[in-house]
């Protein structure tokens, strides 16, 4: 079993390998190698399960050299922070429709924070 758990190591998943190929990923986010984006966060949704950050991601590269950026293929895009004990991160993608089904919370920022990755 797995216990209750922050995520160390944090990431907003733009394509999945089962979403795509290794070669299809490449062609996707080789451009990015090296470059920065200024994500914003927004609000924080939260269950008995499973926690995540919402975060909207900028059209473009951050810097001079300005890169388009492809758009994230999860229609949540966040950045999971907390799994209940057994809870695998993906259940985190299923946090928006909790919120509407009121299984879930949803508490938005005053002011979105800005991230940089």
Request: one cysteine or more; hydrophobic letters at 35%; glycine letters at 4%.
């Amino acid at each position: 079993t797995t216990q209750n758990r922050f995520i160390r190591s944090v990431h907003c998943t733009f394509a999945h390998n089962s979403q795509v190929t290794q070669s299809e990923m490449m062609a996707l986010f080789n451009h990015l190698l090296g470059c920065n984006v200024d994500a914003k966060a927004t609000a924080l949704l939260y269950s008995d399960n499973v926690a995540a950050i919402e975060v909207e991601i900028p059209d473009v590269t951050s810097g001079s050299a300005r890169h388009p950026v492809p758009r994230p293929r999860n229609e949540f895009q966040h950045v999971t922070v907390w799994c209940g004990q057994d809870v695998e991160a993906k259940e985190s993608n299923e946090l928006p429709e909790q919120v509407k089904s009121n299984i879930a919370q949803k508490v938005l920022f005053k002011e979105p924070i800005p991230l940089c990755g």
